[in-house]
Every structure is written in C-alpha cells, then in structure tokens.
C-alpha cells in the first residue's frame, strides 16, 4: 500500500471499517424454529388428517363339513334268516342304513295279520305314522280303514306296510336310493306273510317293488304281477292320500273297482294263485 493510502486507511479504521476487502461470504445461520405441532382435535369430530386403512389378512372360507357316514343296516343274511315278522322286526328297526333312519321318531315296520291272504303296499310313513310308530293311522290310514271294510275285510285281517319305514322329510317321495335301501325289507315281509294278493297305493310301490314305470293313473286297474313265490298278483289303485285331494266320483269309482275286482278274485280263487 502506497503512502497516500495510509491516511485513508486510518480515517476508516477510526470510522469502524476493517478493511477495504469485506471478509468472505458466510451464510446466516438458520433460524431455531420450533417443531410445527397439529392443532388439537375437538372431542367427537374426526381427524382431518386420513387414518391409512390396515387391511386385514383374508378370512379362509369355511369348509363344507363332510357328510356323516351312513351307519350300518343288517346284513342280507340277517334279513334273510329271520324266521317270522316280530324276529324281522327287531332285526331291521334300528337300521340306519339311508338318511331317512337318522331323522325318524320311529320305525315303521308294519302291522297286520301273520297270514293275511291280501297284503296292501303304500310309499312311506307320514306325520301321524312317525309319531305312533304305526302305518296308516293318519287321514289317508282311515280311508284305507273304511276301504278295507267295504271290501268285506278288518284291518286285522290284512297286513299293512310300505316301501320305506322312515317318513321321507315333509313327506316326500322316497328317492329310488331310500327306496332299495328298504326294498329287501318288505320281500322278505312278502315272503313270511304269503299274500295271496297285493294291492299297491300309488306309483312308488308299483315301481320299486313291481318294477312298472307307467305312470299310476295310465296302470291302475291292470292286474299285474310279482316275481315272487311262484308269481303274486298284484292290483295298483290310487293311494288313499290321493283320493283325499282329489275327491270326485270319478276318483273314488275308480279306486272301488279296483277293490271289487280283488275281492272277486279272492271269491274265487279261495286256496291262492293257479
């Protein structure tokens, strides 16, 4: 520095100044600002600020619980072996052997006379039936009574039984896989009583145990015939459940017809079949 500037820089040192040159660039420090906190949110109003939804881990479906295992019918050999109706009874009236056996009150077996010379074959037990352990005792069972009186005969005097021993729910019709399930059941009934004639009521015995398909009103009052003991015959007619909705003079002569002609038939044919 030249000796003209001296004085100069004196007067700016007494005026405060340091220096000609300022001193480098230093950046201001940043300010201490406090954390910015939310406002507090009023009791009973929701957060402004969105809570992120948790997604919950999926539920698995519920498995389908498998069917039950049927329980166990007596053997066929069992069935087959058994000497007379009450050892029949016993032998097959705790079957379990369709789903019908699970949801029964009682067991239908049968009723009747040991060596009834006419045997009648309904479907399957109703309300009335499930109840008393009985078949035919409801609305249908007496029309069946007062047909079986006009034919000249008691009830003790016949037997009475169906193809199914357990009421099908809501009274359904049994399906063929319940029906067969008990089909060995009343051949075997067949075979100890020995009818002379059999009258079915309704489609489902004349199907399942006679093997005819044709609709019941197409059939009735055609004699048909069972493969059994030499050859049984068979009347179908109208179940008296039947008769009961459809209550004209055209059903009800029809189904008497039906009775007639088995009547006469036993008239003369008083020792059985030819």
């Known amino acids: ?138 609305r249908a069972g007496e029309l069946l009574d007062k047909m079986i009186v006009a034919m000249g005969f008691r009830r003790e005097d016949v037997y009475i039984c169906n193809v199914v021993k357990c009421r099908p729910p809501d009274n359904r019709t049994p399906t063929p896989a319940e029906a067969q399930r008990c089909l060995p059941y009343l051949r075997r009934q067949i075979e100890l009583v020995r009818p002379q004639v059999i009258v079915t009521l309704g489609a489902t015995p004349l199907r399942e145990l006679v093997g005819v398909q044709a609709g019941i009103t197409r059939i009735r009052g055609q004699w048909q015939r069972l493969e059994m003991l030499g050859g049984i015959p068979v009347m179908p007619t109208f179940h008296p459940a039947y008769v009961l909705r459809q209550y004209t003079q055209e059903v009800r002569a029809a189904v008497w017809g039906d009775l007639k002609a088995v009547r006469t038939w036993l008239d003369e044919h008083p020792g059985g079949a030819d």
């Open 1 to 138: 520095m030249t000796g003209l500037l001296h004085p100069w820089r004196d007067t700016l040192q007494d005026l405060g100044v340091v220096g000609l040159i300022p001193p480098p660039y230093q950046p201001p420090a940043a300010p201490d600002i406090p954390p910015i906190q939310a406002a507090p949110v009023p009791a009973g109003k929701a957060s402004p600020v969105p809570t992120p939804a948790v997604k919950a881990a999926p539920v698995p479906p519920r498995p389908t619980p498998a069917a039950p295992p049927l329980g166990a019918g007596p053997s066929p050999e069992a069935v087959q072996a058994a000497p007379d109706l009450a050892a029949l009874e016993a032998c097959t009236g705790g079957c379990l052997a369709c789903p019908l056996g699970s949801n029964r009150m009682k067991f239908v077996f049968g009723e009747g006379s040991p060596r009834a010379r006419l045997m009648f074959v309904g479907e399957g037990p109703g309300r009335d039936e499930d109840l008393q352990g009985r078949p035919f005792v409801g």
